[in-house]
C-alpha cells in the first residue's frame, strides 16, 4: 500500500476515524479558539500568528470583500444566478475570473515591492526597469474608479503604520509602497495614490506572504462579496439576465 498512501503527501492534515489534526493541533481545539483569519494563517503558512499579524491580516481581508456590479467577477455571479446555477457554481464562475488583469494586481504589487527593495539602483532605475520588462503600468497604484483617493487605502495604511509602531511589522515595504507613490506622482505631474491592491500588497508583504499568496488572499476576500451578490440575486429573481439590459445593442462589425 506504500505506492497508494505517497500519492498525496500532505503536511496540511493527518486523519483517521474520530480523529482530525490540521497542523498537529485537534481540530476541536481550533474549534472556537482560532479566528478565520487565524485557521487561514495556520492552513497556509503553518504557524501561529500572533493576534496583532492576525488583526491586520484580517483587516486586508475585510477591505477588499466588495467592489460592486461592475466588477467583473460579482457581475459574473449574478448573471450565473439568474442562468439558474447554484451559489456553488456562481462562486466558481466568478472567482475563475480573477486573473491578471481582475484580481491580480495585488500579487503584481507584490512582486513589485520585492523588485524595488533588492534592487541596486535606486527608486527611479527600478521603475524603468519593471516598466521595461512588465509594461506601462505600475499595479497597485491609480484607480479607474476612485479619483483622487482610494478610500480603502489610507485606512489600512494607517492600521500598518500603528502595527509598525508596534512592531508587527517592521515597515519596510510601507515605506517602498509610499516611495513609489511619491515617485510617480512626481513622474506624472499628479498625485498617483496607492490604491486597495497596492495598500493590501504591502500587508501581505510586511507578514511574510510570498506573491502568488497575495491573489489566493484577494480570492478568499472578494469571495465574500461573491457569495453575496449570488445570493442577493437569488431573492431579486430574474432569467437570464445578460451584462445589458435586452435594448442595448453591441456593435456589430461587418469585416
Not at 68 to 96: D, E, F, H
Request: net charge negative.
Amino acid at each position: 500500500m506504500s505506492d497508494v498512501s505517497d500519492w498525496w503527501r500532505t503536511g496540511i492534515i493527518d486523519m483517521e476515524p474520530g480523529r482530525i489534526d490540521i497542523r498537529g493541533r485537534p481540530i476541536e481545539e481550533l474549534i472556537g479558539t482560532v479566528s478565520f483569519p487565524q485557521m487561514i494563517w495556520l492552513m497556509v503558512r503553518g504557524d501561529m500568528p500572533t493576534p496583532d499579524q492576525a488583526k491586520l491580516l484580517e483587516a486586508a481581508l475585510v477591505a477588499a470583500v466588495d467592489h460592486g456590479p461592475q466588477a467583473p467577477s460579482i457581475a459574473a455571479a449574478r448573471m450565473a444566478v439568474t442562468c439558474g446555477v447554484g451559489l456553488n457554481n456562481a462562486m466558481a464562475s466568478a472567482v475563475n475570473m480573477l486573473g491578471d488583469v481582475h484580481g491580480g494586481a495585488g500579487e503584481q504589487a507584490v512582486e513589485l515591492f520585492h523588485f524595488v527593495d533588492l534592487h541596486s539602483g535606486g527608486l527611479s532605475a527600478a521603475l524603468d526597469d519593471w516598466r521595461a520588462a512588465r509594461g506601462k503600468i505600475v499595479p497597485g497604484f491609480g484607480h479607474r474608479f476612485h479619483t483622487p483617493t482610494d478610500p480603502r487605502a489610507p485606512r489600512l495604511m494607517a492600521l500598518l503604520r500603528e502595527a509598525a509602531v508596534s512592531g508587527t511589522v517592521d515597515g519596510r515595504f510601507a515605506d517602498i509602497g509610499e516611495a513609489i507613490e511619491a515617485e510617480l506622482g512626481q513622474q506624472l505631474g499628479r498625485p498617483l495614490p496607492m490604491n486597495i491592491d497596492g495598500a493590501t500588497a504591502v500587508i501581505y508583504a510586511e507578514l511574510g506572504f510570498e506573491p502568488p499568496l497575495a491573489r489566493g488572499l484577494f480570492c478568499l476576500s472578494r469571495s465574500v462579496g461573491i457569495l453575496a451578490h449570488a445570493w442577493e440575486q437569488m431573492q431579486q429573481g430574474g432569467r437570464n439576465k445578460g451584462p445589458t439590459p435586452p435594448h442595448y445593442r453591441w456593435t456589430y462589425d461587418a469585416g
